[in-house]
T-cell receptor, first 110, second 114 residues
Framework: SQQGEEDPQALSIQEGENATMNCSYK?????LQWYRQNSGRGLVHLIL?????REKHSGRLRVTLDTSKKSSSLLITASRAADTASYFC??????????FGAGTTVTVRA | DTAVSQTPKYLVTQMGNDKSIKCEQN?????MYWYKQDSKKFLKIMFS???????INETVPNRFSPKSPDKAHLNLHINSLELGDSAVYFC?????????????FGPGTRLLVL
């Protein structure tokens, strides 16, 4: 069964705006990872946040994790056309397996 | 200098046929995975091998058989293909398969069963 669920399913924004997407999960985790998938390509790792961390930054990306609510958010600031992609959260539990959601499709309009 | 490569990129075949997808990684990683992404974009793990040994085997029909001739290769053979096998299959690898490791994905193999 899928562990992570992203929300919204789709997001359309203007270049320069911020994009926020959320991920909810069901069971306890070791860490949560965000991946990007460009159309017709494989997934690319963006950022990992461990269960004892609350916030992490990487360039224009900001990830938060609230283990009490079993949720995470990914913020992309000052979006660019090249950020158009699907974004997936993946949770890793004690079995070291990654469970992915169905992703949020982000479209950045020029 | 592709890190994780898969062949073929596209595969169109008839129901009942047997087909194989190949995966190779040149990252020196010990652990490799096969994932299936369905039409709704759900990505689900199928198998994982660590140094040629099967460590994850999800509830996958036994028509699917992975084979790892060495730690740099993980192939997927599918017997008696069915319409529901149509999906994108991704190979991935990690350094050791331990917690918190980044997974490196191949470009995917788009399988269409007619």
């Amino acid at each position: 069964s899928q562990q992570g669920e992203e929300d919204p399913q789709a997001l359309s924004i203007q270049e320069g705006e911020n994009a926020t997407m959320n991920c909810s999960y069901k069971t306890s985790i070791n860490n949560l990872q965000w991946y990007r998938q460009n159309s017709g390509r494989g997934l690319v790792h963006l950022i990992l946040i461990r269960s004892n961390e609350r916030e992490k930054h990487s360039g224009r990306l900001r990830v938060t994790l609230d283990t009490s609510k079993k949720s995470s958010s990914l913020l992309i600031t000052a979006s660019r056309a090249a950020d158009t992609a699907s974004y997936f959260c993946a949770t890793e539990s004690n079995d070291y397996k990654l469970s992915f959601g169905a992703g949020t499709t982000v479209t950045v309009r020029a | 200098d592709t890190a994780v490569s898969q062949t073929p990129k596209y595969l169109v075949t008839q129901m009942g046929n047997d087909k194989s997808i190949k995966c190779e990684q040149n990252l020196g990683h010990d652990t490799m995975y096969w994932y299936k992404q369905d039409s709704k974009k759900f990505l689900k793990i199928m198998f994982s091998y660590n140094n040629k040994e099967l460590i994850i085997n999800e509830t996958v029909p036994n028509r699917f058989s992975p084979k790892s001739p060495d730690k740099a290769h993980l192939n997927l053979h599918i017997n008696s293909l069915e319409l529901g096998d149509s999906a994108v299959y991704f190979c991935a690898s990690t350094y050791g398969g331990a917690t918190g490791e980044t997974q490196y994905f191949g470009p995917g193999t788009r399988l269409l069963v007619l």
